[in-house]
């Protein structure tokens, strides 16, 4: 297990827009940043990220954490995956403690897989560059493929030799662990438990993660060959998975941001190819259909793809498989097909950059009308499959769900009702019938009791599911939260020259107890830390053991507007954003929590007058006496009349 002071080392070093900006394009806004949810399809940038708090949180799907949560929740790290992470981030030197067995285990093949990766890249250059085979088979054909040793360098290819083990051997004079070899993909178990290498031959290509370690490989045959299959790549394991990775991203990234583009092609050599060319915003597929994963994996950077194909069917119909995800993931794609049986790789080395470039920008087409076409050549004449084009293009319109995009759905359904050759109102009420199907199905999953008592506890307000009884209950807990935002906020601040304002609040609500069992258990927890001298913040409490906590934390203190700079410009001298109002706001929530308290108590205690027997009607009175004076007295430390 991680030692406590490591993980301190770490938490002292986070900085979350670094993290989440990763795999999030963030833009600032006020204090705050702001892009779109990467855990759900927005309409409308919704998540939020306060580098002073070190909190994230989507205000459209109700996701929020901190840094840590936020890679085990995107990345599917377990807890100590994403310190393992974030250690080597910042280089940190991680201290272990003890840990159990099935943890261990789990920890110790990961860092093999990645320690078996790295040093068989380095074996495999050695290969390729280092010894007379690898420069007289693989070395010389890559160069009669094009390629130069700088380019060969930058992707870190290599060679695995012809020989049955020559990287086994070296593999297990070096002390790796036999069982775990297999996993790589990098060698194989035969049946009389013999280990041989599984890339005899080939070229290897490197697939590098989002932090550039090598994660796995995919090895290519030298020329033209009936014994196998083309391309062999890593199976699946803890730190290779197919569905959310690309090839080149990581070589890509900057670029793809700089060019606000990327572009999509099948094979390694074509990535290769079109980085030596100058042409830098590329990634492959690896010849699968686009997944949901690699689509947002793009869509960190831009969210204009262009995918570039080979023109034959196989091609054609690789390009259109993944078109919905793309589309209701936001992006605007084009599709731009290889003519004459070549593909990007050999079309760039035929007609050089500047005409592939040229070819590129006058031949993208829009993908919509694409499929559209294709659909209708295979439909021909035939009514049926016709009108299948038409449903199955409307569903596909359907899918552009975006607010801003209206102009642009719109567009498309005019042009396709034209291809299409009917009415273009009945094209539009199709789009919207699927529109509101979807919609239907979603409410009719998320309606339900469990789900409103979740928003409640995300801070949301439901109230077209709530009775009058919920909404009371809700008015109720939002004073609880208030108290417990200025606590987390405010609470280490002074309120004199004796006390901090976290005594204030607790001698004030003394002989108050919260209605809402998970926000009482917050309160109580903060006040142990600080009776214990351990300084309770929003942003030390954020990494408390309790995920329960975490989370009311983390809903109690983000906040989807903020004030904006501009104020303190506009009204000179009057300080609007930058003023100093914490006595004033933790008076304020200690007041009318506790005016909504007193009211609540009067109300019961009229209740208990009106059904009293007459000895005990004299108390009532009493306790209605002292009751109505402290309300007045809170009244006027407001300096207001509360009616209700």
């Known amino acids: 297990m991680i030692s406590e002071n490591t993980k301190q080392q770490i938490l002292n070093r986070i900085d979350i827009i670094d993290i989440v900006g990763e795999f999030v394009k963030l833009k600032k806004r006020g204090t705050n940043y702001i892009g779109n949810c990467p855990f759900h399809n927005e309409k409308t940038p919704s998540f939020t990220v306060s580098p002073t708090k070190e909190i994230y949180k989507c205000f459209g799907c109700g996701k929020s954490g ?35 067995p099935e943890q261990k285990q789990q920890q110790l093949t990961s860092e093999s897989l990645y320690a078996i990766n790295h040093f068989a890249q380095k074996f495999f250059s050695q290969q390729l560059l280092e010894t007379d085979e690898g420069r007289n088979i693989a070395l010389s054909y890559l160069k009669e493929r094009g390629f130069r040793e700088d380019i060969i360098h930058k992707f870190q290819i290599g060679y695995n030799p012809e020989a049955r083990d020559t990287l086994t051997k070296a593999l297990l004079a070096n002390q790796f662990n036999r069982e775990i070899l297999p996993k790589t993909g990098l060698v194989a178990l035969r049946n009389n438990d013999e280990l041989v290498d599984n890339y005899r031959n080939r070229i290897i290509f490197p697939i590098h993660g989002n932090t550039g370690k090598i994660i796995g490989f995919g090895a290519r045959v030298i020329g033209k060959s009936d014994r196998g299959p083309k391309y062999i790549n890593t199976p699946e394991n803890e730190i290779y998975v197919k569905s959310r990775i690309l090839y080149g991203a990581y070589q890509a990234r900057m670029a793809i941001d700089k060019a606000d583009e990327c572009l999509l092609v099948e094979g390694y050599t074509d990535v290769v190819s079109l980085h030596q060319a100058g042409i830098e915003n590329v990634v492959a597929s690896g010849g699968t259909s686009l997944t949901t994963d690699q689509i947002r994996l793009i869509k960190k950077y831009t969210s204009n793809l262009t995918i570039i194909y080979d023109g034959d069917n196989a091609g054609v119909k690789a390009a259109l498989r993944g078109l919905d995800m793309a589309l209701e993931e936001g992006l605007n794609v084009r599709l731009v097909l290889i003519p004459d049986n070549e593909d990007p790789d050999s079309y760039v080395n035929k007609v050089g950059v500047s005409a592939f470039n040229e070819f590129v920008a006058k031949s993208k087409k829009d993908f919509i009308l694409f499929q559209l076409e294709v659909m209708l050549k295979e439909a021909g004449n035939d009514v049926s499959r016709k009108s299948a084009v038409v449903n199955q293009i409307a569903e596909t319109l359907s899918k552009i769900n975006k607010a801003e995009d209206f102009t642009r759905q719109q567009d498309y359904i005019r042009q396709c009702a034209g291809l299409l050759r009917i009415d273009e109102a009945g094209l539009t009420n199709l789009v919207n019938k699927y529109k509101r199907d979807k919609i239907a199905k979603e409410e009719k999953k998320q309606i339900s009791f469990d789900d409103v008592n979740n928003q409640l506890q995300e801070g949301g307000q439901p109230e077209d599911v709530l009775d009058d009884t919920s909404r009371l209950f809700a008015q109720d807990e939002a004073h609880e939260r208030n108290i417990l935002r200025v606590l987390l906020e405010y609470g280490l601040k002074p309120w004199d020259e004796t006390n901090n304002m976290a005594d204030y609040i607790f001698q004030e609500l003394e002989h108050f107890h919260f209605e809402t069992p998970a926000l009482e258990k917050l309160y109580e927890e903060y006040k142990s830390w600080y009776t214990q001298g351990l300084e309770p913040t929003t942003k030390t409490m954020l990494y408390h053991n309790n995920e329960e906590i975490r989370n009311l934390v983390i809903s109690i203190s983000v906040f989807p507007f903020e004030l904006s700079q501009n104020w ?66 809170i009244t006027n430390q407001l300096g207001t009349v509360i009616i209700k």
């Open 66 to 100: 901190n840094s840590i949560t936020f890679l085990m929740e995107h990345e599917k790290y377990s807890f100590p995956e994403a310190l393992r992470w974030l250690a080597a981030r910042y280089n940190i030197e991680i201290e272990e403690t003890e840990v159990s």
């Open 568 to 633: 303190d410009e506009v009204l000179e001298g009057m300080n609007i954003v930058n003023r100093d109002t914490s006595k004033q706001d933790v008076m304020m929530s200690v007041n009318y929590y506790k005016l909504r308290r007193i009211k609540k108590m009067i109300e019961e205690n009229q209740r208990d007058i009106e059904n009293a027997p007459l000895e005990n009607f004299k108390p009532l009175l009493e306790v209605h006496k002292y009751l109505k004076e402290a309300e007045r007295s």
